[in-house]
Nanobody, 118 residues
Framework: QVQFVESGGGLVQPGGSLRLSCTASTSSFAVYSIAWYRQAPGKQREQVASIKSRGGSNYAESVKGRFIISRDHTKNAVVLQMNELQPEDTAVYYC????????????WGQGTQVTVSS
């Protein structure tokens, strides 16, 4: 079973930036598509960005133009650069391997809390 570790969250003011990192306990990390998800209080978890093994990416409309997903092959990680953060971005952020439909491939990690507040 692959375990994910998300890091980089914190408290930031509206308009600020954060950089999240996702690593996993697998030597095959680079061959997987990886997605970032988030879950706000009282809401369902949603996918916000994904990146394929060779780098093609997709974004939810709510974050398009503000978030950038990328791979750091030197650190075997997937990074989510979040800019122009707004209070509605407040959530716990997770990463995982997405499937075409339904739940992702592996169990969820603990996530990293992002709070956007003045």
């Amino acid at each position: 079973q692959v375990q994910f570790v998300e890091s980089g969250g914190g408290l930031v003011q509206p308009g600020g930036s954060l950089r999240l990192s996702c690593t996993a306990s697998t030597s095959s990390f680079a061959v997987y598509s990886i997605a970032w998800y988030r879950q706000a209080p009282g809401k369902q978890r949603e996918q916000v960005a994904s990146i394929k093994s060779r780098g093609g990416s997709n974004y939810a409309e709510s974050v398009k133009g503000r978030f950038i997903i990328s791979r750091d092959h030197t650190k075997n990680a997937v990074v989510l650069q979040m800019n122009e953060l707004q209070p509605e971005d407040t959530a716990v952020y997770y990463c995982n391997v997405p499937k075409v439909s339904g739940e992702p491939l592996f169990t969820w990690g603990q996530g990293t809390q992002v709070t956007v507040s003045s």
